[in-house]
């Protein structure tokens, strides 16, 4: 798509180095942003500049927004041994003063649901959420349609075969992409059963666990050969459900590269075309925490 292609080839969009160091600053990442949405709705084309632009793009109009995130509630699926997802009701009434007033207290681990990974979760001295740049966050969506092949079996693991397919049919992966990894398991959501292997909760549910993930050897190619900012992934883990060392993680998170689990919607999105934002909870140290990702596709692209 010759948008696309013309955003990835602008000198400006590779990112700085492995550790993604922001050294673009504050005004030219505004200035990047806004370049990648002119050539995105196709503004040269249409004569505007760039504040119309964004004003196009934020009023809806010449683009869809997709929203990526499940909802939080008793039946979002968390890790076998992982705390849940709890709603306190602290106010749901009329208050002394006659005013309608509603609160809750929540509590949860931090990787569950549509969540995002630190790199310092598999990857000690990494970032951490708070310290993960906003353009790791942020960028062109490359996805990986995988479905047909998990169909197959829940122990699927995407390999350098799937990727050099789908480079041979949409070309090379550019640098500063968000890899998405489509494997139609988000068809499964939210019974446990289907999505995890198991319904049980505790550490003798692990063993259980089946779902796909990507490959070590992918995740050690990807590192290599090409310079991702993030990667995501419609199940639970990047690494597949009967994984023991998690090596995909660690591969990834070495080199500071975060991901996304759990990321809903993915049969909404294009191989190529849509962009997407995946902000998660800026926790100080953390090691991740609840994702609000949201993808946005021109309405001329197709799938
Ligand atoms: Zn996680």
Redesign the pocket.
């Known amino acids: 798509m010759s948008s696309f292609k013309h955003v990835i080839d602008q000198p400006h969009m590779r990112p700085s180095n492995r550790c993604g160091k922001f050294i673009t600053g504050k005004m030219s990442c505004a200035v990047l942003f806004t370049t990648c949405w002119f050539a995105f709705l196709g503004c040269e084309q249409r004569g505007e500049d760039e504040a119309e632009v964004l004003a196009r793009l934020f009023s809806g109009a010449g683009a869809e927004w997709i929203d990526m995130t499940y909802s939080y509630d008793e039946r979002t699926i968390f890790w076998p041994t992982a705390q849940p997802f709890a709603l306190e009701v602290v106010s749901a009434g009329t208050a002394e003063g006659g005013y309608y007033y509603a609160a809750n207290n929540f509590c949860m681990a931090e990787?569950g649901g549509t969540?995002f990974?630190a790199p310092i979760?598999f990857a000690e001295g990494q970032h951490t959420s708070d310290q993960v740049p906003i353009d790791r966050l942020v960028g062109p969506a490359v996805v990986v349609d995988v479905s047909a092949a998990a169909e197959g079996g829940p122990d699927y693991r995407v390999d350098v075969g799937d990727l050099e397919a789908w480079e041979a049919e949409h070309g090379r992966i550019p640098d500063g992409a968000i890899l998405l990894l489509h494997t139609g398991w988000g068809r499964r959501w939210p019974d446990p059963e289907r999505y995890l292997g198991t319904a049980e909760t505790g550490p003798y549910a692990i063993p259980e666990l089946h779902f796909p993930g990507l490959h070590q050897d992918a995740a050690r190619w990807l590192v290599e050969n090409r310079r991702i900012d993030a990667l995501g992934i419609d199940t639970p883990?990047i690494d597949y459900g009967q994984s023991t060392l998690f090596e995909s993680h660690r591969v990834l998170y070495a080199e500071n590269i975060p991901a996304f689990?759990n990321v809903a919607a993915l049969d909404r999105l294009p191989p190529t075309g849509a962009y997407v934002i995946a902000l998660p909870m800026k926790i100080a140290g953390g090691s991740?925490g609840p994702l609000r990702m949201v993808g946005v596709r021109p309405n001329s692209s197709g799938s």
Do not use: I, R
């Open positions: 990787h969540h990974d979760h883990s689990e991740g």
